[in-house]
């Protein structure tokens, strides 16, 4: 009885041992040996770049649904375009937070702490370092205190899973830390990034430009606050900025995959794009930019403006400048009526111009037009020594000529651009009108770039346009100073998200920030 019991304790131990075995033989069958453990870098970089760009889904709801029509670049109609008519969308409105944070931010921000001091991996730590940059600054100039420090690092750590909301002060400091950082440690000798930096092709030169130029829009948003900082900040980066259209920050796009095409051109030109509305039967160019455009005889109008009419149907198109339409801002299919009895359909009014909005279109970053036009107003206000009217008209010229790279038909004249330019009459005007016109072509060369225009009117007030006045807005009838944070945040990382509001104020759209002072 013993020895049975001996032998069967010994056949349950083999058992044992095989069963083992044949487990950590049936794991490494699902190890596949050939594949690589680590992603390059330097796709990363390409893919980051792309999701800075954005997808359809927050740049139909932040850019154009919110940034478009609240600057009144863009009008429309329908109920949902919240920006319209200064409404709250939990999801429109915290969409950019939602979507960049969990992917554009966290693709550069590895990329960024993976070369960090590795010094043949310099410029690509630069470049992703630059990205990052530019999609946090846009960040937090939407929302105000956001997670930067621990931003995209959730993958380190559970110290990171909940992240800090940093103040806008601080933000701003280290960005302009890091940028220059970025900028200084380019060398043109390594590391060529090639074709998989997609916005500069490995130009070391061009990404220094970027840098400075980013700079100087991050000074000036700080001016009001900030204003010694701000004017060493931006004179220190002017002298190595933009020099033409040639260094635009204009992402290549293609006609390809969702998230690699233009998406305001999904948005705006394509019927159910993607899933759900958003095609031109929505968007329409705004009775408030299209009357800027004629009563100043801009050579734009034509640019911007596709005509009155379907804009799916080239029949039914009134091109003539004179003929034009915008559509008011702040109405809907039924409250319209109000001002236009006789409404019958939105082709009424004008659309925008489908050459603009082609998916293979470039998607703007940050222009030379908008250095010259941040180095006049510099001028003007004493902290560059140089000319603001040949800045001005630089700025003005390269915004109009930029245009050329959306392949439009129609381009401006060198004749065009100067009789246009002197109309303006820069040169006779007060410096307090001076810096008006400033912004009024700011604003006109950040068309498509709504995000930007609506930031630079916040800081500066211009142009001067009258807020709409849709019964059911939730401002009191005031154009929104921010937008609501991501709508899950309050939920699941409350301690952090309480302590933002605490410190910059209500989780509301008529919240100020830090910047956007009186």
Known sequence: ?????????????????????????????????????????????????????????????????YCSTMIQHNASLQGYWSGDKYYYNA????????????????????????????PELVNLHGAATIMRSFDLHKMTDLYGNVPFFQAGRGLDGAENWFPKYDAQSEIYAALISDIKAARDGFDPSINNL????????????????FANSLLMRIALRMSKVNPTEAQAVFVEAAGGAMTSNDDNAFLAQQNGP?????????????????????????????????????????????????????????????????????????????????????????????FINREILDLDDPYPFLSYAEVELMKAEAAVKGWLSSDPEAHFVAGVTAAIQSWEAFGISNAASASEISTYIAGLDFAGASDAAKLELIGEQYWAATYLNHVEA????????????TPTSDPNNITGG?????????????????????????????????????????
Not at 97 to 116: C, F, G, R
Not at 304 to 327: E, F, M, R
């Open 478 to 518: 005031t154009v929104p100073r921010r937008l609501r944070y991501y709508e899950s945040e309050a939920g699941s990382n409350p301690d952090n998200y309480q302590s933002a509001v605490q410190a910059q104020g209500p989780d509301l759209l008529t919240t100020r920030m830090w910047w956007d002072v009186e």
């Open 1 to 65: 009885m013993k020895n049975i019991k001996k032998y069967l304790s010994a056949a349950l131990v083999l058992v044992f041992i095989m069963s083992s075995c044949n487990e950590d033989n049936l794991i490494e069958l699902n190890i596949n040996k050939n594949a690589s453990e680590e992603i390059d870098l330097s796709y990363l970089l390409a893919y980051g770049q792309l999701r800075v760009a954005g997808a359809r889904y927050e740049n139909w709801r932040t850019n154009l649904i």
């Open 91 to 118: 999801q429109y409105s915290g969409a950019f937070m939602e979507s960049h944070y969990t992917d554009a931010i966290k693709t550069l921000t590895h990329v960024v702490d993976q070369t960090a001091d590795v």
């Open 258 to 350: 969702a998230g690699d095409t233009n998406q305001n051109g999904t948005s705006l030109v394509l019927s159910n794009a993607g899933g759900g509305g958003g095609d031109a039967s929505n968007g329409r160019v705004s009775e408030f930019l299209v009357n800027w455009l004629t009563d100043n005889n801009d050579p734009r109008t034509m640019i911007i403006v596709g005509g009155t009419g379907d804009p799916y149907n080239s029949t039914t198109w009134n091109t003539d400048p004179d003929s034009q339409q915008g559509l008011p801002n702040g109405y809907t299919s039924q409250t319209i009526t109000a001002i236009n009895p006789d409404f019958e359909s939105v082709n009424e009014y004008s």
């Open 194 to 209: 090639g074709s998989q930096d997609i916005l500069f092709k490995g130009d070391t030169e061009k990404w220094v430009k």
């Open 454 to 465: 609506w930031n630079n009117w916040r800081r500066t007030g211009f142009p001067a346009f």
